[in-house]
């Protein structure tokens, strides 16, 4: 069964509990004031493998996704930040209503998922239409003595009040010091680390409570909403490892005060990527969107492969001439699949399909998965028909659509496949002169084939 390194307690763990055949994710969604680029779309490729390789063992798996549209801050690095509405500054920026620019970046965050073929969860949130549980999640902190109010219309959680605080991320409470800024500490609140649940306005996307107008803090919205749409115990929760603190520290204790027990069984987070050795940000210039991927002429695919040649919790520099690489090398599979969906079917290679789903278990070890299976495609010994079932059924999991230029290759020139066949096996045993009289042959049908690090390709 799958192992995950688990955040909270420092170690590689079973996910599914013995015995169990459901497994109950959830996963921080996006804030959808902009286009995600490829460094978030990491995190949710990396809650799409946990599912897929769950369901690959006949594990029901349900998995909650918020949609952040209200509530987080241009400043939320801070402890208890005083700021803008990320989705009202952008709504600003463009000229357009906050409603407007929400359901114009999720429609973008869903078609960008898709194209990387991302399954979409069984429940996903929309933050400002779930603004009474909110409402009712903090009334109950209060009634239990883990939040307080405050004149004006503020409603702070009492760190104090969790002595677990810090498990995640190691930061504890009496060793955490103010915000560098002097309005970033509330004078109202009893201790310096108590956040906002609740913070007053008058401004658009605020709504009436007892404590008066305003909206919700960043992070009571993902309390509410897993604990609403995944029950009170959750087997992992997902995100990238900028959410450890204070994100998941502050949801930990909200969600656990509230229960009554600890809620998340399972902290799981994906490290930073980089792109061109910097981070991804408007101030380096080196954003990358989906779209740029295809305005290239790259397969979004490409995308999730090269993610894949590196383990989530490894951070990754990624760049354009990996990009390139990978494009090549899912190219080259939908082609070699192809060409063996003409043979005769023949069972999977059982010894070597195991290792492969074995990596996938041992903490989602997709770069070994990656090498084997490379090795499983250069393996002559195995028959064609049978390299193509254990690549369909290995596809399950890494959802390329290797099975994507299947029927394309029949309009191939008699004995073509067998020469291409015969070609690969050539430089596999580094025998220069035959490849080159073989790729004469081949050109002689018609056809172009051009060499790769990764192997031979053609068109």
Not at 389 to 403: M, P
């Amino acid at each position: 069964m799958l192992r995950l390194y688990d955040t909270r307690n420092r170690r590689v763990e079973r996910i599914v509990p013995e015995g169990s055949r459901s497994l109950r994710m959830y996963t921080c969604g996006p804030t959808v004031y902009r286009s995600a680029h490829v460094g978030n779309l990491r995190s949710y490729l990396l809650s799409d493998l946990i599912r897929r390789v769950s369901e690959r063992q006949r594990v029901r798996v349900v998995v909650c996704r918020n949609i952040t549209d209200v509530g987080h801050l241009v400043d939320d690095a801070e402890t208890d930040p005083v700021g803008e509405d990320k989705v009202l500054a952008q709504a600003r920026a463009e000229g357009r209503s906050a409603l407007e620019i929400s359901r114009f970046y999720e429609d973008a965050f869903l078609a960008d998922t898709a194209a990387l073929n991302i399954r979409p969860p069984e429940h996903s949130p929309r933050a400002s239409e779930t603004i009474d549980l909110m409402i009712e999640m903090i009334a109950k902190l209060i009634e239990k003595g883990h939040a307080y109010a405050v004149p004006g219309g503020s409603v702070f959680f009492d760190a104090a009040s969790f002595p677990t605080y810090g498990e995640i991320s190691g930061n504890r409470l009496d060793q955490l010091r103010p915000g560098h800024r002097v309005e970033g500490v509330d004078p109202r609140k009893r201790f310096h680390a108590d956040w906002a649940l609740w913070k007053p306005s008058d401004r658009e996307l605020t709504w009436e409570t007892p404590w008066g107008r305003g909206f919700p803090g960043w992070h009571i919205e993902c309390s509410a909403m897993s604990l609403r749409f995944l029950g009170e115990r959750i087997d992992v929760h997902t995100g990238g490892i900028d959410l450890r603190f204070p994100h998941h520290e502050d949801e930990r204790a909200q969600s656990d005060a509230t229960a009554g027990h600890e809620v998340v069984r399972h902290w799981v987070h994906g490290e930073h990527l980089l792109f061109d050795g910097r981070k991804m940000s408007k101030s380096t210039g080196n954003v990358v969107l989906l779209k740029d991927v295809a305005d290239a002429g790259l397969d979004p695919l490409a995308v999730r492969l090269a993610l894949l040649e590196h383990r989530h919790r490894q951070q990754m520099n990624l760049t354009w001439d990996t990009l390139r690489a990978a494009d090549r090398t899912l190219r080259r599979w939908r082609s070699q699949v192809a060409r063996w969906s003409e043979s005769p079917s023949g069972p999977m290679p059982a010894d070597q399909v195991s290792r492969i789903e074995a990596a996938f278990d041992d903490d989602l070890d997709t770069p070994l998965a990656l090498r084997l299976l490379r090795e499983l495609e250069r393996d002559g010994s195995v028959a064609p028909g049978s390299r193509f079932e254990a690549f369909l059924h290995l596809d399950q999991i890494l959802a390329l659509d290797l099975s994507l230029d299947i029927g394309r290759s029949r309009s191939l020139p008699g004995g073509a496949a067998e020469l291409l066949e015969q070609r690969a096996r050539a430089r596999d045993a580094q025998d220069w002169a035959v490849s080159d009289r073989l790729r004469d042959e081949l050109a002689a049908l018609g056809l172009q084939v051009a060499d790769t690090p990764e192997g031979q390709i053609w068109s």
